[in-house]
């Protein structure tokens, strides 16, 4: 079935308005496919129906939407960089924080955290800081995960991947400390799944309604699908839940310049991070 102009335009202010997806004139085609076999479940005649359904309030008919149109791509320790960092920079420095009484309780969010690989990374990576260390405790980390699609955190919160998923990212040592082989796919183990909170949450609110301060933030791959202006608010809303000299990890495509001014840009080891001003 074919999108027509004024139906694209319809759907795309539609959607930017819910989520803040920003859909270019030549992403046509994905409107078609994404929510062709939708229309046809729904049994809608055109793109134009669906469209006023939708507007009308089916909230079960706007999040299947939302799901759609959310692209899930993930993988485990997507990028390898943000993760050596995590484990080299980030981390030692908040043990050191630790050390020095000036903290107590380390606080983590992974946005747009799909079928929870990202996060699941994230613990893994601090479970292993802290058995090389005995500053900072497992149980004083707490790692928020979220993300808009509820199918998404259904599948996050199994903890249940399949094994061409487990062949992106993770190695072997990874495989055999941290999952239970069960026929054609992987479970991770429960003390990793206990480390991390599962929650829907839009971009579009104000994130202190999850937790007031966070000392990192991963959100990384998202941002590219906003508006510039819709960027410029979100990084503002984000530098106001960090903590004082809080971290920021974005994907290696994604730059602050001409966005933010709240930050300041560090590197190591050939990556990129950012740290609150």
Not at 75 to 91: M, N
Request: glycine share 4%; hydrophobic share 40%; aromatic share 12%.
């Amino acid at each position: 079935m074919k999108i027509t102009d004024v139906e694209f335009q319809l759907l795309r202010d539609y959607i930017e308005e819910q989520c803040g997806i920003c859909l270019n004139k030549d992403k046509t085609y994905l409107l078609e496919n994404r929510l062709s076999s939708l229309i046809e479940f729904y049994k809608c005649k055109d793109f134009s129906e669906f469209y006023y359904i939708v507007k009308c309030g089916d909230r079960e008919l706007k999040d299947k939407l939302l799901d759609a149109m959310t692209t899930n791509e993930t993988l485990w320790f997507r990028d390898t960089h943000p993760f050596s960092i995590l484990s080299e920079k980030i981390l030692p420095s908040f043990a050191q924080a630790v050390k020095e009484g000036k903290k107590d309780k380390i606080k983590i969010w992974s946005a747009a955290s799909s079928t929870g690989q990202e996060p699941y990374s994230i613990a893994i990576t601090v479970r292993d800081f802290c058995m090389r260390q005995n500053i900072i405790q497992k149980n004083m980390v707490q790692i928020i995960a979220t993300d808009i699609s509820d199918s998404c955190l259904a599948k996050a919160r199994i903890g249940k991947y399949d094994s061409i998923a487990m062949n992106r990212g993770v190695t072997p040592e990874q495989l055999n400390r941290y999952f239970v082989k069960e026929s054609f796919n992987y479970i991770l183990n429960q003390e990793i799944r206990d480390m991390v909170r599962f929650q829907k949450f839009n971009l579009q609110e104000n994130p202190v309604i999850l937790e007031p301060h966070f000392d990192l933030i991963f959100m990384r791959y998202v941002a590219i699908y906003f508006s510039d202006q819709f960027k410029k608010g979100l990084y503002s809303r984000l530098a106001r839940v960090l903590s004082p000299k809080g971290f920021l990890v974005i994907g290696a495509v994604e730059t602050l310049r001409g966005v933010s001014e709240d930050f300041d840009m560090l590197s190591h080891g050939g990556g990129l991070y950012y740290q609150c001003k």
